[in-house]
């Protein structure tokens, strides 16, 4: 199955935009559905932006919408997070992820990557 690996985290000013990155390895990457997930101190891991198989399809919660946007390559087999007007909200531990099934639901993703940190400070 595909395995992910998640860069390009850091700490940045409340309003700059970041960029992650997540390289899949194994397994057919565009057999997948691709989403990123973020979990901050003391709360639940949260589904932020899914993207269906061949990238025509995206979904996005309200917390985020308008400001992240996620795009994948699959002759690449790379997913981006494109985060822009970063709040300290913001703030978490941000995971990509691959699965099967709806892209919009959280419970479709069950390889992880490892997680890296970005940190909006004000």
């Known amino acids: 199955q595909v395995q992910p690996v998640e860069s390009g985290g850091g700490l940045v000013q409340a309003g700059d935009s970041l960029t992650l990155s997540c390289a899949a390895s194994?397994?057919?990457?565009?057999?997948?559905?691709m989403a990123w997930f973020r979990q901050a101190p003391g709360k639940e891991r949260m589904l932020i932006a899914g993207?269906?198989?061949?990238?025509?399809?995206?979904y996005y919660p309200d917390s985020v919408k308008g400001r992240f946007t996620v795009t994948r390559d699959n002759t690449k087999s790379t997913v981006k997070l494109q985060m822009n007007s970063l709040k300290s909200d913001d703030t978490a531990v941000y995971y990509c992820?691959?699965?099967?099934?709806?892209?919009?639901?959280?419970?479709?993703?069950?390889?992880w990557g490892q997680g890296v940190q970005v940190t909006v400070s004000s």
């Open positions: 992820a691959a699965g099967h099934g709806p892209y919009g639901s959280s419970r479709s993703y069950y390889s």
């Open positions: 194994g397994g057919t990457f565009d057999n997948y559905a």
């Open positions: 993207i269906n198989w061949s990238g025509s399809h995206t």
